[in-house]
Nanobody, 122 residues
Framework: VQLQASGGGLVQAGGSLTLSCVASGFTFSYYTMGWFLQAPGKERAFVALISGLGSKTIYADSVQGRFTISRDNAKNTAFLQMNNLQPEDTAAYYC????????????????WGQGTLVTVSS
């Protein structure tokens, strides 16, 4: 099993980035995919999730209206489109997979990718 996250980088406030998470080794469409962030010195926090077939999405209040999660099951890939980025969005972003539907609990995600760093300058 592998989750490969990519797409992070340095962007100015107000800018946009799209993160990708390519999965292998499991039946992708059976799993809810989530994105979490971890800022320096802080615990990992929920950002967004999308159900296995893409019919349900949930967002943290802090990103609602700015971030969009999506997936392409044919390509075993999940995405996080991030618009109007702010300095407080600076963090390592991790993708995870869970067989539990629509859970925002980090402990219920069974597969994790490596983090991709997003830095937003003011």
């Amino acid at each position: 099993v592998q989750l490969q996250a990519s797409g992070g980088g340095l962007v100015q406030a107000g800018g946009s980035l799209t993160l990708s998470c390519v999965a292998s080794g499991f039946t992708f469409s059976y799993y809810t995919m989530g994105w979490f962030l971890q800022a320096p010195g802080k615990e990992r926090a929920f950002v967004a999730l999308i159900s296995g077939l893409g019919s349900k999405t949930i967002y943290a209040d802090s990103v609602q209206g700015r971030f969009t999660i999506s997936r392409d099951n044919a390509k075993n890939t999940a995405f996080l489109q991030m618009n109007n980025l702010q300095p407080e969005d600076t963090a390592a972003y991790y993708c995870g997979a869970t067989p539990y539907s629509q859970t925002t609990s980090e402990s219920e995600y069974v597969f994790w990718g490596q983090g991709t760093l997003v830095t937003v300058s003011s």
